[in-house]
């Protein structure tokens, strides 16, 4: 059984940092894409970054949005992927969710084929 779980949301000032962990269950990451989401309120969910292997070696993608201030990557010993949120502004208070899908299918930027998604975790950035 696939499982993810979303963690390490919290209240930070601005220009601040916070790392989110996603542990999963269940997932190759050789044959898996896991993204990160996120939705702020009244707003539609944003696809923001999303690794998967590509010959053994990770790689990652990243909405403009976030591209520079924000890096994922994983610890396969963990099973588990991480982002790392850096420079934090108001505009990234949102609810943030790991999903994971088949990587030859995921289509991040529009969260298709994510089959499977964690709880997810809160991010307040205050000004």
């Known amino acids: 059984e696939v499982q993810l779980q979303a963690f390490g949301g919290g209240l930070v000032q601005v220009g601040g940092s916070l790392r989110l962990s996603c542990a999963t269950s269940?997932?190759?990451?050789?044959?898996?894409?896991i993204g990160w989401f996120r939705q702020a309120p009244g707003k539609k969910r944003e696809g923001i970054s999303c690794?998967?292997?590509?010959?053994?070696?990770?790689?990652?993608w990243y909405a403009s949005s976030v591209r520079g201030r924000f890096t994922m990557f994983e610890d396969n010993a963990k099973r588990t992927v991480y982002l790392q949120m850096s420079s934090l502004r108001p505009e990234d208070t949102a609810v943030y969710y790991c999903?994971?899908?088949?990587?030859?299918?995921?289509?991040?930027?529009?969260?298709?084929?994510?089959?499977?998604w964690g709880q997810g975790t809160l991010v307040t950035v205050s000004s």
């Open positions: 999903a994971a899908g088949l990587k030859d299918y995921v289509v991040p930027v529009f969260g298709e084929a994510f089959d499977h």
């Open positions: 269940g997932i190759a990451f050789d044959d898996y894409g």
């Open positions: 690794i998967r292997r590509s010959n053994g070696s990770p790689n990652v």
